[in-house]
Every structure is written in C-alpha cells, then in structure tokens.
C-alpha cells in the first residue's frame, strides 16, 4: 500500500516546488502627472547678445515616483529619461512658441525618499539614456528622478514667458518615459506656474580666464577623506552689465568640470605627476558646494536698475578623497551665467 503511493507523493513534492520556482517578481510603479522643472525662476532674463542655441537657464527636471515589488529583484526594465540632441520648443502662455527650448545636459540620477529599490543598468546610447529600477526588499520605495536640463534661446522670436503645465504629450525621446510598467510610458513636462521671460541685461567677463592660486600645504592639513583647507576667496570678473529697465537681477554661474568618482562637487587633479587622492572645490556665496552642472545656486552677482554690479564672493580650496600624498594640485573648471 504505501509502495504505491510513494510515487504519487513524489509528484506532489515536485509540483509543490516548481510551483514557488516559477513565482514571479513584480514590480509596479506610479508617478506624478508631469515631470516639474525643479526650482524654476520666477523669470528669466534674456540678454539681446544671446544667440540661437545658448543657455538662459541650467537645473534639473524631475519626477517623483512610488514602486511596490512582491519581493526582491522585482525589475523594471526598458524606461528613458530626457535625452537626445535635438531640443524641444516651448510655449507661451497664449500658446505660441516662447522662443526657448529645453534640452538634456548630463547624467540622471536617482534619490530615494523610501529605501527598497535601486537605479540600475543606467546606459546612454545615441544621446537617449536608458535606466532600470530593481527592489532591494518586498514593499514600497519611492524616490525622484532627476535629469540636468538647459533651456536653451531658439530661434523664434522671444515671447513674453513660458507657459504654465505645458503637456508635451507624445514618445519624443526629449522627454521623461517613466517606468509605470514593464514597457515604460511617456510623462509630460510641466510647469506649476508661467516663467517671465524678460529681454535685456546681461554682463561681459574680462579676462575670460582666471588663475586662482591656492597656499601649498602640508598633506597633514588633509589628514582623512572628507577634510577641507586652503580656503582661497575669488569673484568672477564681470564687467559691463547692462541695466534692466526699473529692476534689479541676479547674475548665476553653472559650473561644469570633471568629478572626482564619490566626491560630486570635487575636481579632479589634473597636474602632471600629481597628488594623489586631493582635488579642488569650488564654494558658492552660499556656502554649499557647487556640483558641476548644478544651477540656480551659485550666485555670481547682483545687477541694479543702473547696471552697476555686486560681485559676490566664491571660495576654492583642496578637499582630500583618501590619503593625501604629496605632489601639484591643478584643476580647471568652465562657468556659464544665466540672469533671474
């Protein structure tokens, strides 16, 4: 009798594990209505030597989201963040083009505001970068997107802003395709309210290059990752600020250089036979350190209804990565002004 049943028994076993064999990792996502261009300005300021293609405004576009996985390594797969070369018109509030474009301008990046997932398989290819989400424990993880974005001047005609919850709409690889599903699907750009778009202003910088000088320090001044010394104070040199009729502006520098991997705001040193592990970084007026291709923080100056200009004060100094051997410290770093 039992020599009979046993084989019915070792059917059953087999189906019970192949059964939690073939079970599933699912992971769904949601997302907010639109992509938001984080802490747009007010205004913009739009120099009349500003040509088509160039910069009025660097920052980041992002998108919050909230995944649930059944359990770990639930994936994603297959999403896109803004991306490729050719920039997308903008409009105005009365629905004709604004005279600006937004384009993509560096690497996304991913922040969690609930742990249990992690950004992976982030690839670019063809000026389109691509991006998975994979759970690192069942439950929920929420988080933002962000991808550097520039508004750019078009070749249309300025108009008098840009308008507020603009729907792009369509699968234009210039936009945020958020990963809601195994096959992503398109998020529109928006706005919470118009940006003013406001011809005139502008500055000169005179001479186009500047050496900042840093004191040669002992590598005990930077005894342990993270430390900070040789603080040196600069301004930008800016020159020839045209007046804005009855206003006032603020004058802002993007930075943009190459990062020391682990230290976002750290230059790499480029000096040849160089120390090792110490690089350079630049500190804005505010006090924080200024990433490269961070925007809207890093304020160079103010301009009064007058055209006379304030400059303010930046601070460069060596930050240790590791221990500090002894040896040159050069970095370079590239600046963009924008105008609010």
């Known amino acids: 009798m039992n020599a009979r049943h046993a084989p019915w028994a070792a059917l059953l076993l087999a189906l019970v594990g192949h059964a939690a ?15 938001a261009l984080s802490q747009a300005p007010a205004r913009i300021i739009v120099p009349a030597a500003t040509s088509a293609g ?17 359990r770990p390594q639930a994936t994603i797969r297959r999403a896109k963040v803004l991306g490729g070369s050719t920039a997308k018109a903008l409009r105005t509030s009365a629905g004709a083009a604004s005279g600006v474009s937004i384009v993509s301008a560096g690497t996304p990046y991913l922040t969690l505001t609930a742990a249990g997932c992690a950004l992976t398989a982030l690839s ?41 919850s603009y729907p792009s709409g369509g699968t234009l690889r210039d936009w945020i395709v958020a990963p809601t599903r195994s096959r992503a699907t398109t998020t529109p750009i928006g706005l919470a309210a118009p940006i003013a778009l406001l011809p005139g202003g502008g500055c000169t910088v005179s001479p186009t290059t500047s050496t900042v000088v840093l004191p040669s320090l002992s590598t ?35 930075w943009t250089y ?13 000096a ?12 804005g007026p505010n006090g924080i350190a200024a990433p490269s291709g961070s925007a809207g923080t890093s304020l160079a100056g103010t301009v009064d209804a007058t055209g006379a200009v304030v400059p303010q004060a930046y601070v460069a100094q060596y930050a240790a990565t590791g221990k500090v051997t002894p040896g040159p410290v050069t970095a370079v770093a590239t600046f963009t002004l924008t105008y609010q």
């Open 54 to 70: 160039g910069t009025i405004w660097s920052g980041l576009l992002t998108l919050d989201f909230s995944c649930t996985s059944n």
């Open 124 to 164: 670019e290819r063809s000026a389109v970068w691509s991006f998975g989400l994979t759970a690192t424990a069942a439950g929920t993880c929420a988080g933002t997107l962000a991808a550097p974005v520039q508004l750019l001047r078009g070749a249309a005609a300025l108009g008098s802003d840009i308008a507020a």
């Open 220 to 254: 005990s001044a930077l005894s342990a990752p993270g430390v900070r010394a040789g603080a040196t104070r600069f301004t930008l040199p800016l020159q020839s600020c045209q007046a804005v009729t009855a206003s006032s502006y603020s004058v802002y520098a993007t």
């Open 272 to 283: 040849a036979s160089g120390a090792a592990n110490v690089g350079i970084e630049i500190v």
């Open 258 to 270: 190459t990062s020391v991997p682990g230290y976002p705001t750290v230059m790499q040193n480029s």
């Open 21 to 35: 064999w073939a079970a599933k990792a699912v992971m769904t996502c949601t997302t907010a209505s639109y992509a």
